[in-house]
């Protein structure tokens, strides 16, 4: 699909201003664009679309707002759009994409500056989130900020803030992955007077980044404006195959332990560490099977055995005191308790919202906090050490190795270890030595371990501390003699040591490899 993008030229009446903005889209490779702002008269608004975009559509506002505030404009090859609703503040409209099967709504918004008449605005954005089924995009100028951090000199008043929140949540829309500028505005001012604001977003909710999820944001230089232009981009990557990862919910299945038992019957050879670490390996295919015969699609099954219990309760009602169906109704709360349960557990863990009660399950909720969490863990482009931009996977990749390589340096030979310059420091008195030195016990490795709640990330070999906690009854002694083994020996398998290590952005729009915190992520054996 050709690009959508929205930029607030205001005014658009000067020949230099339109060539500006005719440059950026056809440089841009746009289909469909919202310009706001235009101040230009209704009469000349077809002349102004021959000068910049001859042969294209356009829709306007005019009629509910003199000066043309909002502008939608779309090449009818590439688009076909069914306009829904006209205000002083937005065009709501149906896009289906004449390239592709994407078919979306967006609401093209230039909210006004003041309080009371923002407020007409979100009250139709919510009158309009009741009536959506699909994806929904949000594009503009909204004139305000979510944070204060999205603000740089000036105020923002809390209430402002507030109200953008509320609107927001309530119809269920996020930011999608941006880059560029971070602020879409300034004033144009001098150092000391400069002020700095996100005021254009784009948004979407939960059904754009379930259909539509690899479509990305850039706020480009705002030129001779004073507002950034955004572009909407559909972003093509290479799908690599999922790594093993533990999910505590298998845990809870009665034929789980059964899966434990038969690999760790198996007769393995070679040291303690060893044997738990290929039997580790070798239960992988057990569990992916469990996953798919009790657990696949689970959040369906959930909601086909919740159908089937109320079909068998509607039945019951009619006949309270048939045994057959009395039977069936407990069989089918069984499997109801279960799956919810195992549904749950699963949006949980993959959400990594730790802070909510069990009590509070919400699968909608969950599904917001996971497809946010994939929108984010990209990166699609970053300046490398010499500032040039590296838009390709894999130059991306070599800029943040190079960076890396250059900041650790080579290896170095390591100079052994003085006694007497160590002893002229503080040392450990004989007590110290004496409980450094005391035997680690089982009851320790299984404490330490049982501390380390179920649901933190795992190391490369995908085992969270829920698998241990679960599987304890057949696995416990083994693993704590493998510990043991390390603290005996001092020897710790490559395989047990390896790390993953995981990129972590130090601010909100990252553009440098140096905007970069790297974080290692250890097997739970070894923490």
């Not at 205000?87 to 409209?93: A, D, E, G, T, V």
């Not at 290479?238 to 009665?254: A, I, P, Q, V």
């Not at 789980?256 to 040291?271: A, E, K, R, S, T």
């Not at 990166?379 to 800029?399: F, K, M, R, W």
């Amino acid at each position: 699909m050709h690009d959508i993008g929205f930029w607030n030229v205001r005014g658009l009446n000067k020949e230099n201003k339109q060539k500006s903005v005719k440059w950026f889209m056809h440089n841009n490779n746009v289909g469909l664009f919202g310009l706001l702002e235009t101040k230009v008269n209704s009469a000349k608004v077809n002349n102004v679309i021959s000068n910049m975009c001859d042969g294209w559509s356009v829709s306007t506002n005019c009629r509910w707002h003199s000066g043309g505030r909002i502008w939608v404009l779309w090449n009818p090859a590439l688009f076909v759009i069914q306009f829904l609703e006209y205000s002083p503040q937005l065009i709501h409209m149906n896009v289906c994409s004449r390239t592709c099967s994407a078919q979306f709504h967006l609401t093209m918004v230039y909210v006004f500056n003041g309080v009371h008449e923002r407020e007409d605005l979100w009250g139709a954005l919510k009158r309009i989130a009741d009536s959506i089924n699909g994806p929904w995009a949000w594009a503009g100028d909204f004139n305000y900020v979510l944070s204060p951090d999205e603000r740089l000199g000036g105020q923002s008043t809390v209430l402002e803030m507030d109200q953008f929140h509320q609107c927001v949540s309530f119809c269920g829309m996020m930011d999608i992955t941006a880059s560029g500028s971070l602020f879409t505005w300034n004033n144009k001012q001098i150092p000391e007077d400069r002020i700095c604001s996100r005021l254009d977003r784009f948004m979407v909710n939960a059904s754009w980044v379930g259909s539509l999820p690899n479509y990305t944001v850039y706020f480009h230089p705002e030129g001779i404006f004073d507002h950034t232009p955004c572009t909407v981009s559909d972003f093509h990557e290479e799908r690599r195959g999922g790594s093993f990862k533990y999910l505590n919910m298998w845990g809870k299945n009665d034929q789980f332990l059964g899966y434990v038992q038969d690999i760790w019957d198996q007769w393995v050879d070679g040291c303690k560490m060893f044997c738990v670490v290929r039997k580790l390996k070798m239960l992988k295919p057990k569990l992916k099977e469990l996953n798919k015969h009790c657990f696949s699609d689970i959040e369906n099954n959930a909601g086909v055995a919740e159908k089937c219990l109320v079909a068998i309760q509607q039945r019951l009602s009619l006949a309270p005191t048939d045994l057959v169906l009395l039977m069936r109704e407990i069989e089918a709360s069984k499997a109801v308790k279960e799956l919810s349960q195992a549904r749950d557990s699963f949006l949980k863990q993959k959400a990594k919202v730790r802070w909510l009660a069990d009590g509070d399950n919400n699968t909608a909720y969950f599904h917001q906090i996971i497809k946010g969490r994939l929108m984010k863990n990209k990166v699609l482009q970053v300046e490398d050490e010499l500032g040039c931009l590296q838009t390709d996977s894999n130059q991306i990749q070599s800029a943040f190795l190079a960076y890396y390589k250059n900041l650790l340096g080579s290896r170095q030979k390591t100079h052994p270890v003085s006694v007497t310059v160590v002893q002229r420091g503080k040392c450990c008195t004989a007590d110290h030595l004496s409980i450094l030195n005391r035997e680690i016990t089982a009851a320790e490795v299984r404490e330490c371990l049982f501390s380390i709640p179920s649901d933190k990330s795992p190391g490369p070999d995908g085992y969270t501390s829920g698998f241990f906690k679960d599987a304890w009854p057949v696995i416990g002694n083994e693993v704590c003699a493998a510990v043991l083994n390390f603290f005996a020996t001092g020897k710790l398998l490559s395989q047990l040591n390896a790390t993953i290590i995981t990129l972590i952005p130090k601010m909100e729009r990252p553009i440098s490899v140096k905007h970069f915190c790297p974080i290692s992520c250890c097997n739970i054996l070894t923490r």
